[in-house]
């Protein structure tokens, strides 16, 4: 038996609620009647913050991490080594992997990884662009700091071939992440001693 609603907007407003991922219809639900509890300027405030997110949120024009400007705050900071490239999945792995504070490189983010099933190919990823990085001289080092998944490793491995041609270390975090593992749920410790403990990609696979 559907819901029956007191009020087309609150309705509207459980459906809108509950698109999100991890949202069901009664959580929805109590985040509705909570906003109505609150006065407007808390709602307006909300709504807003939602909105200047999706209109004016920009990317990184090197590494393709979430900024406000043309050059995110760590592409943008001459205390970072820009000779070192770690590359991510998507900007959580970013912001997990400050946390650590063991890390002192720039970011690549991909916006992916390589998954068939998903449709998601190595054209729909920011390969290209990293290889350009890789090219240009300044990177002497490219970090490869993917979900130790079966979809991780083929971009690993995939980014080694595209890179095979230049003059740079490439790297691998060491499995103190289990394989099998996503990035962003690894603890500050073990994903930061992975980074520190990196191992030459080189050495880890058959060729």
């Given at each position: 038996?559907?819901?029956?609603?007191?009020?087309?907007?609150?309705?509207?407003?459980?459906?809108?609620?509950?698109?999100?991922?991890?949202?069901?219809?009664?959580?929805?639900?109590?985040?509705?009647?909570?906003?109505?509890?609150?006065?407007?300027?808390?709602?307006?405030?909300?709504?807003?913050?939602?909105?200047?997110?999706?209109?004016?949120?920009?990317?990184?024009?090197?590494?393709?991490?979430?900024?406000?400007?043309?050059?995110?705050?760590?592409?943008?900071?001459?205390?970072?080594?820009?000779?070192?490239?770690?590359?991510?999945?998507?900007?959580?792995?970013?912001?997990?992997?400050?946390?650590?504070?063991?890390?002192?490189?720039?970011?690549?983010?991909?916006?992916?990884?390589?998954?068939?099933?998903?449709?998601?190919?190595?054209?729909?990823?920011?390969?290209?662009?990293?290889?350009?990085?890789?090219?240009?001289?300044?990177?002497?080092?490219?970090?490869?700091?993917?979900?130790?998944?079966?979809?991780?490793?083929?971009?690993?491995?995939?980014?080694?071939?595209?890179?095979?041609?230049?003059?740079?270390?490439?790297?691998?975090i060491a499995r103190g992440v289990s394989i099998g593992d996503e990035i962003e749920y690894a603890d500050e410790i073990t994903l930061g001693r992975s980074i520190v403990?990196?191992?030459?990609?080189?050495?880890?696979?058959?060729?």
């Amino acid at each position: 038996m559907s819901e029956r609603y007191p009020s087309a907007l609150l309705e509207n407003a459980v459906n809108e609620l509950s698109s999100l991922p991890g949202v069901g219809r009664k959580t929805a639900l109590r985040l509705a009647l909570y906003m109505l509890r609150r006065d407007v300027g808390y709602t307006e405030n909300f709504a807003a913050a939602l909105i200047a997110l999706r209109r004016d949120v920009k990317y990184c024009k090197l590494c393709h991490n979430i900024c406000d400007d043309e050059l995110c705050s760590i592409c943008a900071n001459p205390q970072r080594d820009h000779s070192i490239v770690c590359v991510v999945e998507n900007i959580k792995e970013v912001m997990a992997i400050e946390n650590t504070g063991q890390f002192h490189g720039v970011y690549h983010v991909l916006g992916g990884i390589i998954s068939p099933m998903d449709g998601t190919g190595p054209g729909d990823l920011e390969i290209d662009s990293l290889v350009e990085r890789a090219a240009g001289g300044e990177v002497k080092e490219i970090i490869l700091a993917l979900s130790t998944t079966m979809e991780g490793d083929t971009t690993n491995f995939f980014i080694y071939r595209k890179l095979s041609a230049y003059e740079v270390k490439i790297s691998i975090i060491a499995r103190g992440v289990s394989i099998g593992d996503e990035i962003e749920y690894a603890d500050e410790i073990t994903l930061g001693r992975s980074i520190v403990n990196r191992t030459n990609f080189k050495d880890s696979i058959k060729i």
